[in-house]
């Protein structure tokens, strides 16, 4: 295939869609919204897709909103790139490629992220063994690739939103204070700090509802505690690490301990996070955690070199 003419490129992300043409972001929607007055919960959950017809109807709507119709009504065939998570199951890949040609896709490439990370990381992947760690909102996942083959994969539930319900299941708990996920995570990303010795312990004041009751009350906590909260999950979160690298073949091993490991995905940006993970893990640690550049990136490559794409798809 030498060229690939009026191609989109999909990222469906736990929390977030987001959409790319040309190397360039087109759009972003929440994975959790409201459509025709219908409210959809979450489109895809632990990076499966979870409610087909919210998400088909979201693909049409967004799809009708990029595409610039030719002498303003006719709508363009166009191709495209979907990133799906390595997991996914065949049945949900052939349910999700009809969702898409239904929205108006013409032909529909299910491509494996963590290749489309990788390419994005600018892995010269045919000559390379790479562990790439992917923590996102709604999993982590631990892929070893050596070529185009997968040789081990990991999926964990312990990621962002993960997080978030255990700060609001501790303040629920601990202070009978009901508070809205999205605060939960706000709390996350301000006040965790996982930094060694240098900790700033702050005074954070939280508005919440008491439990089981109509009433509001604002309760004071030490940041500390928000971050002693996510204690257990990152300890867990780090250890199956580096239990994925200790399990690999020391071949393998010996490779990725001179190229580092690939941290990416957001929710590697919490405070220290990183540095922990690279102090326990003994191996350099290369952190590309601050921006989603990597998947429009990776995206815009394939898009660019078709000739490759047989190489990514999932089926
Ligand atoms: N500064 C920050 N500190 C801690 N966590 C953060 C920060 N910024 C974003 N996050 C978390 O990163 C997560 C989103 O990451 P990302 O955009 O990589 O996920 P996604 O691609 O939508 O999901 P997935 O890969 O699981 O399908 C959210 O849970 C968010 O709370
Ligand atoms: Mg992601």
Redesign the pocket.
Known sequence: MKELRNNIGF??????FRFYKEGKQIGEIP?RLELDGEKHEKL?I??KIADFNGTETLLRQEIKKIQKPVLGFLYLPFNSLVSV?SDMNEVALRAFRDSMEHAGSKTCFMLNDCFIAATGLEIDIKNSTSMIV????????ITTIKGFEIIKNDILDI???N??EAIRTYLSSKYDLIVDLKVA?KL??EY?DFRENKQVDKTVRITGQVKQTDSIKDIKIQSSEITDCLRNDIELLVERIIRHFENLEDSVSEKIKMTGVYL????F???GLIDLISKKLNVNSKSYGFS?DY?KTGLQKIQANPGELMRYMMI
Request: aromatic letters at 0%; glycine letters at 22%.
């Open positions: 990222d469906l992300g736990s929390s977030k994975a895809v632990n990076g998570p992917d923590c996102g909102a709604g999993k982590t996942s990621a962002g939103i997080l978030d995570e996350k990303i965790t990416i995905g957001g929710g940006k919490l405070t989603n998947m």
